[in-house]
């Protein structure tokens, strides 16, 4: 646990017994300055600028002869523009009308639409199913709202037959999620495509875990930041858009990962107006709204996106080639030096066994307690590469089963890449 490093004897200004235990941050401690001089293939964002267009509409909502109410406080659920490109967006993808007023919600990034999702929705000694690998702020912001998280792993498949070495391999005993749902189950996070593994679940799969939050009655939080990003002949489907499912369904999505725009730091949620209520009465007295020059410009990019859905001038179709190409760019690096990558269906980042180096490096003198961060640490430190430590997506008692792994992230410049590659290559 992270220690205060300007402590104070009095102890009625003690951090609140709230966030005590929730000091450390992988994010925090394993991001690079720019002086370290490291290849950094940890954090997910790319190393060069979005698409000239996406620039371009915000320099417009930000030109002299624009309304003088882009520079003003947006409405507070959404700027009215925004709402309504998602809602026409979601709505086609979704083959149903979503009120853009009452159905839509901008949030400060994803993670902001995942908290009011959690703390508006999860109460004292409420569970959460959690499937892991998770984003480490699920358990975070579970435990803040009071509830308790239920966690259940993917597990690699162990039959070679059903292992093709990507991450569809990885798949949930259904069986043991279904003895989890119980009279206090309250929600499950579903992640598709999931971060760090990959993996794009598939229509059974969710009809199955739609099915038993029917028959339980609970909430599903769908978050589908990586929606776009989809390799192969895998679909990105819809939970909301199952059966009947968009009734207890909250989905979430991402302008920083749909358009590269993390510094934006705009997210979005949709839901029923009956769920909704419940997320805009927690923003409202949290962030309460978000930039306005930003969602103008989002707006004016959806807008043409929709228009060029399921063609190749989508912006989304151009990124997901581009990122193929640069998959198979990492891919082939990790091989040749005798890691083994679990291929992903979806996302831009690649899960790699790094067990196939083990006799080429000596973390005895490494100090972390999981083995998969003290070899990212010494990667880091002896070859000036930098990936993430997979056991951080993982609750406690699973983090064995990420710790012979390292995730790059491969949205990067080609020349980040090659460099990536000829510091790997030092393990031939």
């Known amino acids: 646990m992270a220690l205060n490093p300007h402590p104070n004897q009095n102890s009625k200004f003690a951090l609140s017994s709230k966030y005590q235990g929730l000091e450390d941050n992988i994010w925090l401690s394993l991001s690079p300055s720019d002086s370290d001089n490291v290849v950094n293939l940890g954090q997910g964002f790319p190393d060069y600028n979005p698409a000239v267009e996406i620039v371009k509409n915000l320099a417009k909502a930000c030109e002299p002869d624009a309304s003088y109410l882009n520079h003003q406080y947006a409405r507070a659920f959404g700027h009215v523009r925004l709402v309504k490109a998602l809602a026409q967006l979601y709505g086609k993808l979704l083959n149903r009308v979503i009120e853009p007023m009452t159905e839509v919600l901008v949030t400060v990034g994803a993670q902001g639409a995942l908290f009011y999702s959690i703390m508006a929705n999860v109460g004292e000694g409420d569970e959460v199913i959690v499937i892991e690998p998770a984003f480490d702020c699920y358990e975070t912001m579970i435990r803040l709202a009071g509830g308790i998280p239920v966690f259940i792993p993917l597990l690699p498949s162990s039959h070679t037959s059903s292992n093709d070495g990507t991450s569809g391999s990885w798949t949930l ?193 490494e100090t972390d307690k999981d083995e998969d961060f003290k070899f990212v640490r010494w990667l880091c430190r002896e070859k000036k590469l930098l990936g993430i430590p997979p056991s951080a997506f993982y609750s406690e008692d699973h983090k064995p089963l990420a710790k012979d792994f390292i995730r790059f992230n491969f949205y990067k410049k080609d020349e980040t890449l090659v460099e990536a590659d000829k510091i790997l290559s030092t393990f031939k």
């Open 173 to 365: 005993d259904m069986e043991t999620l279904t003895k989890l749902f119980n009279s206090k189950t309250k929600a499950i996070i579903l992640n598709t495509p999931n971060n760090p593994l990959g993996k794009v679940f598939t229509r059974q799969e969710l009809l199955i875990i739609g099915n038993l939050c029917k028959e339980f009655n609970v909430l599903i939080i769908s978050d589908e930041v990586y929606e776009w990003i989809v390799y192969d002949e895998n679909e990105h489907i819809r939970i909301a858009g199952l059966e009947d499912f968009w009734d207890r369904t909250i989905t979430i999505g991402s302008a920083g990962k749909s358009f590269s725009l993390t510094g934006w730091k705009l997210g979005w949620a949709y839901a029923p107006a009956h769920l909704m209520f419940n997320l805009r009465i927690a923003h409202q007295n949290c962030t309460y709204l978000c930039q306005t020059p930003e969602q103008e410009a989002l707006a004016i990019t959806i807008e043409e996106q929709i228009e060029r859905l399921g063609t190749p001038e989508s912006y989304f179709y151009k990124m997901v080639q581009e990122l193929t190409r640069k998959r198979g760019m990492m891919i082939k690096s990790l091989q040749e030096v005798g890691v083994t990558p679990v291929i992903p269906q979806g996302g831009y980042f690649v899960m790699a066994n790094w067990r196939g180096l083990e006799n080429k490096i000596d973390l005895s003198k």
